[in-house]
């Protein structure tokens, strides 16, 4: 009896502790704050990023001191989330937690298995950081020229700790570095940094030294290269292996799914995706190819067709013009359909991708931080100035009438910019920073899909005719290749799929064009796992949709939907299941 007695006791006082030691919802937003505030210490290139601009003059020199720094960062904020039971938190805080302990666990991955500084030489390009600190509106330009003086005197310090990181280096991730730190230089020496500079009648000292140091680094990766290419070095190679591609998918996707998962739905949805635009072909042929036999062979039925279709294009020297000709068309369509909420406050800028950033995607969304949120958002398009003839055709005919289009709905309205506006308005901070990429390409993809569903393959303010086949077969065509963008990424880094391979899936099983099949290639070269966020994400939100539509019935509606799940900012599908309708 009297055992039975200490036992209850020992339950009692242990409970007792429990009530204690974890803390409530009140306790973890202070503990938010705090997080935040000594994050933006920890990673002041980051902060600068999203607009925070307490820390601009700082630049962390990369070195082992610093990595063992991050550590003890992510260790000491691990234990402090010991305090709280999650279970007890409220959705909101829930899902804020999750995301801090999957950013704080993804430290130790990247330090200690990733390793990404000991052979990505392009990890240490700050042109964009650069040109975020320019974009302090609430400082003198003055006070951004002594923060900029500040963080370049750094930098040569920062290039001879990044060339000692450099011990395993790769040819690709070698080249882009060459090409993007080419142009930062060019940057302080002739662009925009060297013009805020002059314009303010400042001392250009620093841009000189700094454009010294990058200068030598640049050399020093050329010799690099060159013991690579000529075999006296032999080089890291680019794939990640299923091991490290499986945890880093876990940490930067964060689905439902595993990644080998995702590999057979992605497989799925590609011999699907032929089947709708065999039918399509078939309708199609005599438009297009009239007084020719009917091919037999289902993909290269496809092919003809598209190639045919693809004719239909923007010139080249217009391109960029066609792009902004369309934005307000896309916005009157959805504002029209009343498909999600619009915000004219919040500009978008269609710029020439600059050149610190080029190499990787040939259009892209650069948008301002939660700290800057009246901020120019920028459509960044590849430039075809320097395409050989053969080259921009092929591009062009990748982005022909229709599917230009899709990348305008995928990349801006109501694609990423629309997305991207909504997060900055989320009740929670967490989630706007610490931003899922597979939400935002799902988003993305699904965007595309909602568009066509809701009639945009009929609207004839763009497509001068009303072509509703060809603007699904070259939707079918672009939503294709994110599916393959996951079939080709789980590929290379986890099964060894040649270059022979990769080109035949993209060029003969996703009908794209040699210039943007050469460009996926490099681009799955020099990233793991990003390319996976695009069908992850959309495959996730998609059928969570669906799911709430069979739920409410009749009582669905479209832009209700949206908004709300645009509304948590951008976190992964699975924590916004738990928030949705609360």
Known sequence: MRKLFLILILIIFQLTSCQKTKKGNADFEKFKLRLVEDMWKQYPNWATGVGYHKYDSVLPIPDEARRTSDLVFANRYLDSLNQYNVDSLSPMNKTDYLLIKNMLEGTDFSVNEYKSYEWDASSYNFGGTLFEITQNKEAKPLDIIVNLNKFLAKTPVYFEAAKKNLTNPTLEHT????????GTADMLQYGEIREFYLREKADTAALGTSIKAIQS??????????????????????????????????LDIASSYTAEEMYDHAMDRKSSLQKEMHV????????????????????????????????????REEFQA?????????????????????????PLVVRKEPAWMAGVAGASISSPGPYAKNANTYYNVGSL?????????????????F????????????????????????????????????????????????????????????????????????????????VCNTILDYSIHCRNVSEKDAMHLMQVEAFQEKSEAEGKWRRAKLTQVQLCSYFTGFFEIYNFREEIKKKQGTQFNLKRFNDQLLSFGAPPVKYIREMFGR
């Open 280 to 315: 399509i072909a078939t309708r199609l042929w005599d438009k297009y190819l009239p007084n020719t036999p009917l091919e037999k062979d289902s993909l290269l039925r496809i092919k003809l067709v598209i190639d045919k279709v693809a004719l239909s294009h923007a010139k």
């Open 217 to 250: 680094f640049i050399a020093h990766l050329e010799g690099l290269k060159k013991e690579m290419e000529s075999g006296k070095r032999k080089a890291k190679d680019f794939r990640l292996g299923k091991v490290l591609f499986h945890k880093k998918f876990n």
């Open 322 to 346: 066609e792009i902004e000709r369309q934005i307000p068309i896309l916005s009157k369509f959805i504002i029209d359909k009343d498909l999600v909420t619009m915000d004219p406050t919040k």
């Open 175 to 182: 080249d882009l570095a060459i090409q993007q730190l080419t």
């Open 403 to 482: 599917t230009l289009q899709i990348l305008n709905i995928h990349e801006a309205v109501p694609g990423h910019y629309v997305q991207l506006i909504h997060a900055n308005k989320s009740p929670s901070l967490i989630q706007n920073l610490l931003q899922n990429g597979a939400f935002i390409e799902g988003w993305a993809l699904y965007a595309e899909r909602m568009m066509m569903e809701e009639g945009w393959d009929k609207n004839t303010s763009i497509n001068k005719t009303e072509m509703s086949d060809e603007m699904w077969l070259m939707y079918y065509k672009f939503h294709l290749r994110g």
């Open 385 to 401: 100035a320097f395409y050989a003839p053969e080259a921009a055709e092929s591009f062009l005919r990748e982005y022909n009438q």
